[in-house]
């Protein structure tokens, strides 16, 4: 997929909704997305964050996007269906959804996690995923051809000892894109998940202190698996799970 090399107009007239957007891959995926032609819908929980991203769409020349503040672990269903007749009454349609905001949570022995700590990490990773993407189907669905995008990991493949909550969110992610996927098959929506593999993010760096980031891709160097599922050349695939980095493939955090 790294050779994957799309068109200047590949997502031209495309409205995306990316979570997560304000830093790290999201950030990059909003300005890669636009830069090919698409409308943003930029969520995240902090403004400021948001805004800068809104001014850099700009600065490049992109379509003006949305800003939806929305902190996922305090959002309830009725945020999510009130965020979905906003974005029908705005745009009229929605093309595709990157799910990439996530919580870390704390790394450490399964008996240890607190059920706090537990109920942060699946409410973030798993529950708003869930309610987010029911309230958002009838858009998607009235969409021709319409892309979902959830961020797996290389521990939500195969289990590693002591990333705990993390580890277990990114198994169900997998589940709940390929229960999805199939219920979908005779539809125009496809559903794939992306394992970003070791980036050079903020996660990263909580995940690995120790690590040097220079030793890592960018972002901006992982964006051609994002692009293509995102794209009308991805038309056939659904149900799949994508290596951004299939050369490193490795058990470790997406990102």
């Known amino acids: 997929m790294q050779d994957y090399h799309p068109s200047a107009e590949l997502l031209k007239n495309k409205v995306i909704l990316v979570t997560g957007a304000g830093d790290g891959i999201g950030r990059q995926s909003a300005l890669s997305f636009a830069a090919h032609g698409a409308t943003l819908i930029l969520l995240g929980k902090t403004v400021k964050k948001l805004e800068a991203v809104y001014d850099e769409l700009l600065a490049q020349g992109s379509p003006e996007p949305a800003i939806v503040p929305l902190d996922l672990q305090g959002a309830t269903r009725q945020h999510y269906l009130d965020m979905a007749e906003t974005i029908k009454q705005q745009f009229g349609r929605l093309d595709g959804v990157l799910f990439n905001a996530g919580l870390l949570g704390t790394l450490g022995p399964l008996e240890m ?143």
């Open 113 to 255: 996690i607190g059920e706090d700590e537990w109920d942060k990490v699946i409410q973030v990773n798993v529950k708003s995923q869930f309610l987010m993407t029911q309230a958002l189907l009838p858009l998607l669905k009235a969409s021709t051809p319409a892309s979902i995008i959830y961020t797996s990991s290389g521990v939500g493949k195969r289990g590693r000892a002591y990333w705990g909550s993390y580890a277990v969110s990114k198994f169900a992610t997998e589940g709940m894109m390929q229960v999805l996927a199939d219920e979908l098959s005779n539809t125009r929506v496809r559903v794939n998940c992306i394992n970003p593999g070791a980036t050079r993010t903020a996660m990263r760096a909580r995940a690995y202190p120790g690590e040097n980031p220079e030793s890592l891709r960018t972002p901006a160097e992982i964006m051609p698996s994002y692009l293509y599922l995102m794209s009308d050349d991805s038309l056939e695939v659904t149900g799949q799970s994508l290596d951004a980095q299939p050369d490193k493939v490795r058990n470790s955090a997406a990102d």
